[in-house]
T-cell receptor
Framework: GESVGLHLPTLSVQEGDNSIINCAYS??????FIWYKQESGKGPQFIID?????DKRQGQRVTVLLNKTVKHLSLQIAATQPGDSAVYFC????????????FGKGTKLTVNP | DAMVIQNPRYQVTQFGKPVTLSCSQT?????MYWYQQKSSQAPKLLFH???????NEADTPDNFQSRRPNTSFCFLDIRSPGLGDAAMYLC????????????FGPGTRLLVL
């Protein structure tokens, strides 16, 4: 069935290091992907998105990479800060105008000072 | 400025006592979603509205109902809350059918006593 999964449920990094959060998806028909950041007690916050006709997209301190060959998505955070500590979810949208997102399980990122 | 607003942020109810959670949006988006999120899990879609068209997920219990009286507002009604319904309830919106970002509200934390 369709699913979006994360390889690592937790990730701990030192402040200033780069972080990489990975996500595997199983639905080759997905055409749009989003990364969300969720801090404790808050709703998911949009970070960055990418469409299937791209393989890389950059934002402020964040980069998303999409490898459709192996159905893999990653989020790179440069110079990780304590404020980046949160749970990160990837989500995919199926091609064809589906109104639903399929969420991955989430990775908890902890940034140590 | 808040774009997706949820009230209240915290709700306490008694076992079996009906409760209503509310969501409003200032984005004029066509689609509104309700998710349930339990601790350390990804958001789980309950249902969504595309304009006035209601779309229920197959595994959403009948205990959960929704109303959307106009574009801006959407309500989640839990007719007889059980202890297992204690969770964070997230509202999200999206502009239209094409692959677009969903924007989440801050959530309402429901406690069932």
């Amino acid at each position: 069935g369709e699913s979006v999964g994360l390889h690592l449920p937790t990730l701990s990094v030192q402040e200033g290091d780069n972080s990489i959060i990975n996500c595997a998806y199983s639905n080759s028909a997905s055409d749009y992907f989003i990364w969300y950041k969720q801090e404790s007690g808050k709703g998911p916050q949009f970070i960055i998105d990418i469409r299937s006709n791209m393989d890389k997209r950059q934002g402020q301190r964040v980069t998303v990479l999409l490898n459709k060959t192996v159905k893999h998505l990653s989020l790179q955070i440069a110079a990780t800060q304590p404020g980046d500590s949160a749970v990160y979810f990837c989500a995919e949208n199926m091609q064809g105008g589906s109104e639903k997102l399929v969420f991955g399980k989430g990775t908890k990122l902890t940034v140590n000072p | 400025d808040a774009m997706v607003i949820q009230n209240p942020r915290y709700q306490v109810t008694q076992f079996g006592k009906p409760v209503t959670l509310s969501c409003s949006q200032t984005l004029n988006h066509n689609v509104m979603y309700w998710y349930q999120q339990k601790s350390s899990q990804a958001p789980k879609l309950l249902f969504h509205y595309y304009d006035k068209d209601f779309n229920n997920e197959a595994d959403t219990p009948d205990n959960f109902q929704s109303r959307r009286p106009n574009t801006s507002f959407c309500f989640l009604d839990i007719r007889s809350p059980g202890l297992g319904d204690a969770a964070m309830y997230l509202c999200a919106t999206r502009r239209g059918r094409a692959s677009e970002t969903q924007y989440f509200g801050p959530g309402t934390r429901l406690l069932v006593l």
